[in-house]
């Protein structure tokens, strides 16, 4: 097999097993358990948790310390057996720390996985603005396939996604071993100083202006990245309290109608070299941020019949909000950084918008819906979604008149070397 398809068989897997449950555990959570809004918050900041703890100490030992794909294997392994015991979990509490211990495994290998890739296509001469965007599409289609196996099987409420992601994890992990070999890039010299030795010298990069609020923009960013994630689903399930809707496609196939935004992804993963070339990461960032401001400004005015328009178009512009931020911000840590910390300011990266962002996004958003939206048990969606829209512009704002960058398309190609 070609480095090129080992490395699309892993972007497959690693998001195949996120999209088996994420997307579709609100309806496990609110329809089969029954359990409370606020609580679901409290679940969805374990993602937040994870990313705050794991990926820059993973990507420390990366660094330093152990091969990049036997760590990635072994965290894959451990997901996988926490995933599979979900099922058997009846209680909000319990189930709480099982995905909490499910979600310190797997975070880290999101920004691991990009390392890996990294790694072996310079190792083999490869131009990697240019061939990794492909191979990352293929993660999405993944993510899709999950969520359309969940949904069309019927398992969109049911603990078998659990299974299913928990069999994807457990094979990926086994599969990354057979990976071509990923050293550690620093070897640690006697003179080492105890920062160096610990591997905390990524965090020097927050002594930069610029990379100081790069991270911390995208810590607020980082609060809306989950948020139609959490709530999509249910949102689009819950149209089925209402008569004239009860009965239509997007109340059935929600997960399917979903997906859609997975699609979009694909599309702009491969846009993402010309834009960043020709634009530059603050154009390219502050595009993502007016999307998202779109993305939940038509959900909150969407329905599934005369408003169906706004609902399609919302999934096809997340592409370019999620998409924009994300890859686009990996690839401009791998720009900007030395190669001795790389790995270590990946996780940084990891730890700011899906860790302290996620953790604060899933924990107040549970509360402020709870307390602010719902009443007698019935969500205000239009008011939900009206809501997040507002936070997103705001942080549009600030960062178009706070964050300094000149563009030099120079910068992006050399990442390819």
């Given at each position: 097999?070609?480095?090129?398809?080992?490395?699309?068989?892993?972007?497959?897997?690693?998001?195949?097993?996120?999209?088996?449950?994420?997307?579709?555990?609100?309806?496990?959570?609110?329809?089969?358990?029954?359990?409370?809004?606020?609580?679901?918050?409290?679940?969805?900041?374990?993602?937040?948790?994870?990313?705050?703890?794991?990926?820059?100490?993973?990507?420390?030992?990366?660094?330093?310390?152990?091969?990049?794909?036997?760590?990635?294997?072994?965290?894959?392994?451990?997901?996988?057996?926490?995933?599979?015991?979900?099922?058997?979990?009846?209680?909000?509490?319990?189930?709480?720390?099982?995905?909490?211990?499910?979600?310190?495994?797997?975070?880290?290998?999101?920004?691991?996985?990009?390392?890996?890739?990294?790694?072996?296509?310079?190792?083999?001469?490869?131009?990697?603005?240019?061939?990794?965007?492909?191979?990352?599409?293929?993660?999405?289609?993944?993510?899709?396939?999950?969520?359309?196996?969940?949904?069309?099987?019927?398992?969109?409420?049911s603990y078998n996604m659990f299974y299913l992601a928990a069999i994807a994890a457990i094979a990926l992990g086994f599969y990354s071993f057979s990976l071509p070999k990923c050293p550690p890039q620093k070897l640690i010299s006697?003179?080492?100083?105890?920062?160096?030795?610990?591997?905390?010298?990524?965090?020097?990069?927050?002594?930069?202006?610029?990379?100081?609020?790069?991270?911390?923009?995208?810590?607020?960013?980082?609060?809306?990245?989950?948020?139609?994630?959490?709530?999509?689903?249910?949102?689009?399930?819950?149209?089925?309290?209402?008569?004239?809707?009860?009965?239509?496609?997007?109340?059935?196939?929600?997960?399917?109608?979903?997906?859609?935004?997975?699609v979009s992804e694909t599309l702009f993963i491969l846009a993402i070299p010309f834009f960043l070339k020709r634009f530059g990461i603050k154009q390219v960032m502050l595009i993502s941020m007016l999307a998202w401001v779109l993305?939940?400004?038509?959900?909150?005015?969407?329905?599934?019949?005369?408003?169906?328009?706004?609902?399609?178009?919302?999934?096809?512009?997340?592409?370019?909000?999620?998409?924009?931020?994300?890859?686009?911000?990996?690839?401009?840590?791998?720009?900007?950084?030395?190669?001795?910390?790389?790995?270590?300011?990946?996780?940084?990266?990891?730890?700011?918008?899906?860790?302290?962002?996620?953790?604060?996004?899933?924990?107040?958003?549970?509360?402020?819906?709870?307390?602010?939206?719902?009443?007698?048990?019935?969500?205000?969606?239009?008011?939900?979604?009206?809501?997040?829209?507002?936070?997103?512009?705001?942080?549009?704002?600030?960062?178009?008149?706070?964050?300094?960058?000149?563009?030099?398309?120079?910068?992006?190609?050399?990442?390819?070397?």
């Amino acid at each position: 097999m070609s480095i090129k398809f080992r490395l699309t068989l892993m972007s497959f897997l690693q998001f195949f097993v996120w999209g088996a449950w994420l997307i579709t555990v609100a309806n496990y959570w609110f329809g089969t358990k029954q359990w409370s809004g606020a609580e679901f918050g409290a679940i969805f900041s374990t993602l937040g948790i994870s990313s705050i703890i794991m990926p820059a100490i993973t990507g420390i030992i990366a660094d330093k310390y152990v091969n990049a794909e036997k760590l990635y294997g072994v965290l894959h392994i451990l997901g996988g057996i926490a995933l599979m015991y979900i099922p058997q979990v009846d209680n909000p509490s319990t189930f709480y720390y099982v995905i909490f211990a499910a979600m310190l495994c797997y975070m880290p290998t999101i920004s691991l996985s990009n390392s890996i890739a990294y790694n072996i296509l310079k190792t083999n001469n490869f131009d990697v603005v240019k061939v990794f965007p492909p191979i990352r599409v293929w993660g999405t289609i993944g993510f899709i396939v999950a969520m359309w196996i969940t949904n069309l099987s019927g398992n969109k409420a049911s603990y078998n996604m659990f299974y299913l992601a928990a069999i994807a994890a457990i094979a990926l992990g086994f599969y990354s071993f057979s990976l071509p070999k990923c050293p550690p890039q620093k070897l640690i010299s006697k003179d080492a100083s105890i920062i160096e030795k610990l591997g905390l010298d990524a965090f020097k990069l927050f002594g930069t202006y610029k990379m100081a609020l790069f991270f911390i923009f995208s810590m607020f960013l980082g609060g809306a990245l989950q948020l139609t994630n959490m709530y999509g689903d249910v949102y689009l399930s819950e149209f089925s309290k209402v008569p004239e809707y009860a009965d239509s496609f997007v109340v059935k196939y929600s997960t399917i109608i979903m997906s859609i935004s997975q699609v979009s992804e694909t599309l702009f993963i491969l846009a993402i070299p010309f834009f960043l070339k020709r634009f530059g990461i603050k154009q390219v960032m502050l595009i993502s941020m007016l999307a998202w401001v779109l993305r939940f400004g038509l959900f909150a005015y969407g329905n599934p019949v005369d408003g169906l328009w706004m609902i399609i178009v919302s999934c096809i512009v997340y592409g370019m909000a999620f998409d924009f931020f994300n890859i686009s911000g990996s690839l401009f840590i791998e720009t900007t950084t030395d190669s001795k910390i790389r790995s270590s300011a990946q996780g940084l990266f990891m730890m700011m918008s899906n860790g302290f962002g996620a953790f604060f996004g899933g924990i107040i958003s549970g509360i402020v819906i709870d307390n602010y939206f719902t009443n007698n048990g019935v969500r205000d969606w239009h008011s939900i979604w009206l809501a997040f829209a507002g936070y997103a512009l705001v942080i549009a704002i600030a960062f178009a008149v706070l964050f300094k960058h000149k563009h030099n398309p120079n910068d992006v190609a050399n990442v390819s070397h």
